[in-house]
């Protein structure tokens, strides 16, 4: 292996071999333009150039492969092709390093054992692969996915299909397999169980279900004597089946080896990531999932978010916006400096709607710089950084980096501390539109949230453009609902919708069909609250005046509450007053629940 390293495939002399950007261009794969930001991207996340393309969708898996393949000089492979199939022989090297380490034998001559490889770069487990086997290696470059699907046909694991509403996840047949798995010695087999076919079925089939029901989380949490499966979709939680309890150890396990976390390791949290091809409506696309397992009483409970790029890519008049907002979000985006601030709780489409405006900056003539943690979307032409707390690459790090790049956009994904606040200020007061979220229920809350954290008053008042709150609201779904002649009092007068605007007509119910599941509702949209900085409000952050006075002088300069946001959509039968009632009105809804409801 050390010798092979030195060879003619490896050599060490530099620039003995070429690039793998260069020979992605020169093939025409990419362009240089694609992979000059590529390399700005993969420089910023910390990521090979090669993961970069592959993540960014410039480039194709099997393309970066066989890229590899001629930049080490190496054979490149398919195994799922039945020639090259016949050629793979399991049986020559333990199974557990096949799929620890996701390689495949090939054949064997004498000490020389040929090996089907994804990352010729990682010498550190060839160099494992060498002592533990007693063998050199010759490598042999696959990509990781071709191998990965070898090793399912193996596994008799079929493509799994998108089951009917009212099918039960868990079959007869999965089940009774799912028992001879478990009833082996549970701590040795946990492993194996999480590899078998019928665990591999049911976690896939679950994966699918949520992605073709249009859910945004998938949560696998284990209870005192039964695992309970839910799919949040559209901002809802909706409880779809319940797993035996002797399979939580399986499935979980299986849940965390897709996403590349530590199965042994069950005490503290970790974070992972699963990319998944999915069809949908004729049309295959990669998935992307964003992994969390917490510890919790009855076990691990896992989170799979769900992360969507075309989200992001829907265009503002789909966000919700109402025209004079959307005239208001337009000309603020396209300030040459200043801060714009989003607000509103986890879930709220913050991000969407920041990515929504960088999408339509994302020009030749505008360098736009992030700072996020995590990345969830990459974006082409956007130098995106992520963040890693754990080694010293904060928030005021990145961005006091991001000074010296001479951007024209910065996005911070958090303001979480004073020290961050400071320098996205001094940003916006040297030239710069900064773009960033904060947590506060309302937007003349970010004025005093900000000051509080130790922000001088006169900082605040002179960097901030505009703040924006949003909520996302469920829409009525467009082929069941129907018009509300008698609307539930209660809720006209939480949402502030008068008689007289009742009779109008223009109110509509949720009913319930195939269509939205039996909930009436599909699909959501934001309302929003926006706070245009002017004069009055500068000089009342300047003197630290309080939200409610903050909150009167904004209304008395034309800002619409998230309240009265809601209401138009009511009136125009987008939503309901429920829906709006349970959104922008908390407190008046739950004091109208507890009359309903006395304890």
Known sequence: MTQMAKGPSSPSRPGGRKKLGEILVAKGVISQEQFDTALNMAKGQGKRIGETLIDAGMAKEEDVAKALAEQFNRPYVDPTKDDEALKIDLKLIPEELIRKYLVLPRGKKGNRLEL???????????????????????????????????????????????????????????DKSIDKSMDKSVDSSIDQAADSAPIIKLVNRIIIEAVKSRASDIHIEPMADRVRLRYRIDGVCLERDNLPKRMQNAVLARFKLTAGMNIAEKRVPQDGRIKMPIEQDGVTKVVDFRVSACPAYHGESIVLRILRPDSVRIGLENLGFEADNLAAFNKIIRRPNGIFLVTGPTGSGKTTTLYSALDILNRPDKKIITAEDPIEYAFTGINQCQIREHIGLTFAMVLRSMLRQAPNIILVGEIRDKEVAEVAIQAALTGHLVFSTLHTNDAPSAITRLIDMGVKPFLVASSIQAVMAQRLIRVLCPK????????????????????????????????????????????????????????????????????????????GNGMRTLLQDGKLKILKGVTTPAEISRMAQVEGAEAVEDQENPV
């Open 116 to 174: 089907v490889i994804h990352d010729p770069k990682n010498l550190e487990t060839l160099d494992l692969l060498r002592f533990k086997l007693g063998v050199e290696i010759d490598p042999v470059i696959a990509a990781r996915g071709k191998i990965k699907q070898f090793l399912d046909t193996k596994s008799d694991v079929n493509k799994p299909r998108m089951v009917a509403a009212d099918e039960s996840l868990m079959s007869a047949s999965i």
């Open 480 to 555: 069941c609902k129907e018009p509300d002649p008698t609307p539930d009092p209660k809720y006209l007068r939480l949402t502030g919708i008068t008689p007289e605007e009742a009779s109008g007509g223009g109110i509509c119910k949720a009913v319930g069909c195939d269509n939205c599941s039996g909930t009436g509702y599909r699909g959501r949209k934001a309302i929003f609250e926006m706070m245009t900085m002017n004069q009055e409000l500068r000089t009342l952050a300047f003197e630290r005046a309080g939200v409610a006075e903050l909150r009167r002088a904004a209304i």
